[in-house]
């Protein structure tokens, strides 16, 4: 079981990125899948997910900026980022879990996200 991270890379402030994220192994239709990112001297933090059903979470600070959605077929969750800063600078990683009510369990290698202003 596999969640293969990529996308990341180096943008000046306003631009954009796409992450993609394949899972190789198992189907991972029925799980909730979602976005994490760790700035340097920082603690991890949630920045979106989205359920089997396509409900989806944002991180405040991200709203109306990111957005997260899953195509089925592929087993792949994306993560489109748009209007970046140079906060949003961090490492992303993608990862699945069972339900809501469990933690996540499947965690891909990170990619790098860097915004210059």
């Known amino acids: 079981v596999q969640l293969q991270a990529c996308g990341g890379g180096l943008v000046q402030a306003g631009g954009s990125l796409r992450l993609s994220c394949a899972a190789s192994?198992?189907?991972?239709?029925?799980?909730?899948m979602g976005w994490f990112r760790q700035a340097p001297g920082k603690e991890r933090e949630s920045v979106a997910s989205i359920t089997y059903t396509g409900d989806t979470y944002y991180r405040d600070s991200v709203k109306g900026r990111f957005t997260i959605s899953r195509d089925y077929a592929k087993n792949t969750v994306y993560l489109q980022m748009n209007s970046l800063k140079p906060e949003d600078t961090a490492v992303y990683y993608c990862?699945?879990?069972?339900?809501?009510?469990?933690?996540?369990?499947?965690w891909g290698q990170g990619t790098l996200v860097t915004v210059s202003s």
């Open positions: 192994g198992r189907t991972f239709s029925g799980y909730v």
């Open positions: 990862a699945a879990r069972i339900s809501i009510s469990d933690s996540y369990g499947y």
